[in-house]
């Protein structure tokens, strides 16, 4: 592709009648699609949204008249940077302090209408990506997710088409092993989630023990910056005391019923503070997966909505930076995660695109000891568990990204 010899700051401005150039036109109506890409191979927002700004930095350098499909060259270019993105994750997963989950999501109650959307961006199935390779992640979710041919997969992985095939089928056959077995209607997983609040609330053990499956995996994310368990807690009889003591908090702490990646979840207030997500996993009626979300700079987007859609009507807006949710680039050097802004945007949009604002929330620093006294009890007489086998009760881990006890500081909360 040829590219063009303006400044990049000079494709990005609005037009004197206040439309945008053709460049960010196509960009804006894509941009959706784009995240959700970037996003479902990821399992971070965060990331992707520094994907979408690489994207747009090239985008804003590529000749459109020698682009022959434009949606599939942003596709292409949106993969390959979550790519190289996801292939860095890695590294960094490898010297996470504890367990790794994705970013959490809050979303609108009409994402779980759509069954398909809300299982692939589901806390679930985003463990259960990243148990695949980096490649087999992006044809997966380029094939089974927004249903790409194989041609186009093969282009912005950089495969020829039959290696995508025996790529997408492998990729298929490990999702399918792991994934949940059922598909779990909203009730269910909201009754399952009242249940468990007032098994917290009342610190009741037999109600925790009735929804729990026996072989129950709970995994917390601090992130060495809140506290959070070490490895993985295997088993009804160690998870259900974690929980119940939650009760010790007092009025401090509150449960509140949310939308999270399409499904219902509970989020934690912690004096007036959002402290903690927290998700399940549902298998045969009964809690087989319990992960929760404490690391401050993973609780960004559970302050307000992101818009999950398979379409929606584009709005082109003359402000190029609000509508493109990003700070417009000045030169070709990309910008600081802090220098950019992002507000909402919406775009006429492919199968699975969905992207709101990113308002990044500051990370609290101070210690909760009272929520350490509360969760860390039961991991200090050998609660804590170690490594359990990834395929125990279909819940997914694996090795490399999840179970990572790093040096330094005591974290015994999930």
Known sequence: ??????????????????????????????????????????????????ALQETWLRWTAVDLDTVRDQRAYLVRITTRQALDRLRTLGRRKESYVGPWLPEPLLTAPDVAEDVELADSVSMAMLLVLETLTPVER?????????????????????????????????????????????????????????????????????????????????????????????APIVGADRVA?????????????????????????????????????????????????????????????????????????????????SVLGIRTPVSTTRLPASARTTSNSSGDLAPRSRFKSRARQPASSRSMTGFHAAWVTHAAVGGAGGVHNPDAAGVVLDDRQHVHAGAGESHGLP
């Open 1 to 50: 592709m040829s590219e063009r010899n303006e400044p990049i700051a000079d494709t990005a401005e609005p037009r004197a009648d206040g439309e945008l150039d053709s460049a960010t036109k196509v960009f804006v109506t894509h941009r959706n699609l784009l995240f959700t890409v970037a996003y479902e191979m990821l399992g971070s927002a965060a990331d992707a949204e520094d």
């Open 138 to 230: 992006a044809v997966f979710v380029l094939r089974d997710v927004f249903d790409l041919d194989y041609e186009e997969i093969a282009q912005a992985v950089d495969k020829s088409p039959g290696a995508v095939r025996q790529i997408a089928h492998r990729a298929r056959s490990h999702v399918g092993a792991r994934r949940p077995r059922e598909v779990v209607s909203a009730t269910e997983t909201r009754s399952a989630l009242e249940a468990f609040q007032r098994a917290v609330t009342t610190g009741d053990l037999r109600i925790l023990l009735d929804i729990l499956a026996p072989d129950v995996v709970f995994l917390g994310d601090g992130g060495g910056i809140k506290e959070a368990a070490p």
């Open 241 to 321: 005391p974690i929980a119940a003591g939650l009760r010790r908090l007092g009025d401090a702490m509150s449960l509140q019923p949310a939308q999270v990646n399409g499904h219902p979840a509970l989020i934690l207030w912690l004096d007036g503070e959002i402290d903690t997500v927290i998700a399940v996993r549902i298998d045969n009626g009964r809690i087989t997966g319990l992960y929760a979300v404490r690391n401050p700079e993973k609780l960004s987007r559970v302050e307000q909505q992101t818009t999950l859609h398979r379409r929606q009507v584009c709005t082109h807006r003359s402000n190029t930076a």
